[in-house]
Structures are given as C-alpha cells and as structure tokens.
C-alpha cells in the first residue's frame, strides 16, 4: 500500500498529484498567466508564484484525493532538468513536507516522467518500446527498455521543437503561449501552401535552429512583397510550418523505429498535445501497423501526475534520496 505525495516546479506550472497504489487520484495544476504579459517565461517571477502557488495546489490535490497528510507514504519531486529557482521551491518544499512526516523521499527526473506518463492510463506499452518526447526545450528519441531503463538514440543538436513553433509564434505576433495557437490556425490552412528548408542532419538527431531561420527569412521577403502577407495568409502559414516540423519528427521516428525493429511507438512532452503530430503519427500507424500510445492531454504538459507514477515505480523499488539532495537545472539523463 502507497500513497506517493508528487510536487513538479520545473518550469512556470505549479503541480501537485497524488497517486494511490499505482492510480492517480489527483492532478491539480496551478498556471502562471504573469508571463503572457512578457512573451516568454520570466525565470524570477516564476520562482516568486510557485512560493505562491504551492501550499493552496497541494491542500487542493489532498482535498481531491481525499487523503490527509497523515496518509501520504512518500514525496516525489522533480529534481531537474528546469529552471533553477522554480526546481528550489519544488525541491525544498517536498523535504520539507518529507522531514516533518518522516517520510521516504523521491527524486524523479523530468525527462523520464514523461515517458512514463504513458502508464497512467489503459492502453499501456510494452518493453521495449520507442518514445517521441517533444517540448519547448527537449526533442528526443528514446529506446525504453524498462521503467527506468532508457537510452536517447536521437536528440536536437540545438534547438528543440518545442521552441521552434513558440518562436515562429512571436514572429507571426502570435500571443504566448504561441504553439497551441499555431496548431489552431493550422486547421483551417493549407499545409502545402508553403515549403521551408529541412535540415539533413545524419543518424537519428535533430536540428531546428536553420529551420526558424528558414521562417525568418520567409516573411521577411513575403512582407517586403506585401506588408499583410502574415494576416493574410496567417492559417495557411502555420499550416505549413506545423507540417514541416511534424515530418521532420516522423521521419526520423520512422527510421529509429526500422533501425530498432519496434512497433511499439510513443509520444509524450508538450508538444505531443499538438493536433498535426497525433493525425499524422496515427496515419503513419496505420500505413506501418505499429501501436501508438499517447498520453491524456493533462498528462503531456508539465505536470505531477507524471512525477506521481514514476514516484510510485520508485517506491517499489525502494529507491530513496536523502536530505542532501539538491535541484538540478541541468541533469543527465540516465
């Protein structure tokens, strides 16, 4: 019997879940709109929220849950990849919370969380199977082997996907967050209308940064030619862009999963939200027979109810940190 507390802070979201004996029972999530006012994330400013957010975010996951403190058997956290100052509050406050229950507690990377949201619901993958994980500052390609047995055989040598749609946003004057936006707009488009320039990178890696700056040098022509063209032609643009980034994924997913000899194909991270990636990762399914999985919307983002299960497959391994442990912005991912 498990009742694991789980904080997640990494970035500009204040989450807490709990998860009861392998079931998520809560999920609450805290949004920072501070930073639509900035076009980004403003690093400080969200430290300052998540002070603020914590405490009400995790009454209302015990609240939800229907448990008390006195139930919960173990505090799960992200210890990294983030941003420093939002991990600190996430961080301190789980051992905090920990030694004043004198309860185990468990640091979970942020990276394998989302992977391992995919065993949350029903459908679950079977080992070993291959994983997409796409957000504003990671795009990679995982060979899972177990739970905590992961290996990136592809990754972005410098910019991630993730970024590249939110930058394409602030060029078309999109507000933040732009992604969901491009991907609402791309419904109504035309995603041929426009091609940009593919990156020919080798094996199973990635790059995007020429990729944006394709975009950038686009518009600015088509502007010189006509100052509307963005306005006019805005659906049929993030179409296109949309297209062009979901190809460059599938086809290096199509090679590692060929490469790899698995037919078990998953996407997880923010980006995996995206309305393009999921029709045509399931199209591409069809046409190959594989297995796709693909995580509840709330699951995708940045959220606890994915450091809770993968707190939850640590516990039962009795795999605990101690008080010294620290946030990490940047963390190996082993």
């Known amino acids: 019997m498990s009742v694991i507390l789980a904080i997640e802070s990494s970035c500009d979201d204040t989450s807490v879940a709990i998860c009861n004996n392998g079931k998520i029972t809560a999920n609450v999530i805290a949004n920072q709109t501070i930073h639509e006012n900035y076009g980004g994330v403003i690093p400080e400013l969200a430290s300052r929220v998540h002070q603020q957010n914590i405490v009400p975010t995790i009454a209302q ?4 849950a229907n448990v008390t403190k006195q139930d919960i058997s173990a505090v799960a956290f992200t210890q990294g990849p983030g941003l420093f100052g939002s991990l600190l509050v996430g961080v301190s406050f789980a051992k905090s919370f920990a030694l004043a229950l004198n309860i185990p507690l468990i640091s979970v990377n942020h990276m394998h969380a989302h992977i391992l949201a995919h065993f949350i619901d029903d459908p679950k993958p079977t080992f070993p199977f291959l994983c997409l994980t796409v957000s504003g500052g990671h795009t990679q390609i995982v060979l899972v082997r177990d739970y905590f047995d992961m290996e990136i055989v592809g990754e972005t040598l410098d910019d991630a996907a993730g970024e590249a749609f939110d930058k394409t946003a602030k060029i078309l004057q999109l507000p933040y967050p732009g992604g969901p936006l491009i991907d609402k707009h791309a ?7 426009y091609k940009f320039a593919e990156p020919q990178i080798a094996d199973l890696n990635f790059s995007f940064s020429g990729f944006k ?13 006509n100052p509307n063209f963005i306005a006019e032609n ?10 062009s980034i979901v190809q460059i994924l599938l086809s290096k997913l199509k090679k590692a999963a060929k490469q790899f000899n698995i037919s078990q194909i998953a996407i997880a991270g923010g980006v995996s939200a ?19 999985f693909i995580p509840a919307f709330q699951y995708c983002t940045d959220n606890a109810g994915m450091i809770a299960i993968a707190g939850y497959h640590k516990f039962l391994k009795n795999d605990f940190v101690g008080q010294d442990i620290s946030p990490k912005a940047r963390m190996e991912f082993r």
Do not use: M
């Open 61 to 64: 996951a015990l609240k939800n």
């Open 187 to 193: 419904k109504n488009g035309n995603p041929l209308a």
């Open 213 to 225: 700056t394709s975009i950038l040098y686009f518009l600015r022509k088509k502007e010189q030619e």
């Open 234 to 243: 805005l659906n049929d643009i993030c179409a296109s862009v949309q297209h």
């Open 274 to 292: 995206n309305s393009g990636l999921r029709n045509d990762l399931q199209k591409l399914a069809d046409e190959l027979n594989w297995e796709v």
